[in-house]
């Protein structure tokens, strides 16, 4: 365990791309990462699609109702799919980035309800789980808060692309840091 009163200066955004929100029975697609500091610079990326027999991931989809109205190029994203990678080398890929970009210092984990990303990551990939710390940065639990108490609604484009949404999620965030400032 990290020590819980170490300081971050960087944040490890995490979005996953799955079949479904059940990591027991739903399989990793897509990941991207990004570590940032917390200004929102970016200081180092990765993104990976995860290779699957193209048979698990159709009946998966097909038991998963979003999947259905997926609206950009479905066929040519499992197309993709076929050149992934394995889950174990991208788990060693991204353990290697922790390692190189976080040292000593705690990997707090960040995006939008990260906590389901969070079960992904413990399910399948539980070496990269042990490097996180227990304490996440969800953008959601801001847009609850701003949303329910400020009337402030962020209009966030999702397109169910892992690197794409972490750049709305950081966005979003700096939405509502810029709110705060500009109310104080």
């Given amino acids: 365990m990290k020590d819980k009163n170490s300081i971050p200066t ?43 027999p193209r048979e698990l991931v159709a009946s998966r989809m097909q038991l998963n109702n979003w ?36 040292g000593k210092e ?6 939008n309800s990260i906590h389901s990303d969070r079960a992904f990551i413990k399910s399948y990939w539980p070496e990269l789980d042990l490097k996180l710390h227990y304490r996440m ?16 609604v962020f209009d966030k484009d999702s397109n ?5 949404d972490i750049q709305a999620s950081i966005a979003e965030l700096q939405d509502y840091i810029k709110w705060f400032n500009h109310e104080s």
């Fill in 67 to 102: 999947w259905q109205s997926y609206p950009h190029n479905r066929d040519e994203f499992l197309k993709k799919l076929d050149k992934g990678k394995k889950l174990s080398v991208v788990q060693d890929e991204l353990v290697a980035l922790l390692d190189d970009q976080f």
């Fill in 160 to 164: 169910h692309r892992a690197f794409d």
């Fill in 106 to 111: 705690p990997a707090v984990l960040a995006g």
């Fill in 137 to 152: 940065l969800d953008v959601s639990s801001f847009k609850i808060l701003m949303q329910g108490k400020y009337g402030h």
């Fill in 10 to 52: 960087k944040l490890f955004w995490v979005d996953l791309e799955m079949t479904g929100l059940d990591a027991n029975n739903d399989v990793i697609l897509e990941i991207a990462a990004e570590v940032t500091d917390f200004n929102f610079r970016t200081i180092a990326s990765y993104e990976a699609r995860i290779k699957h």
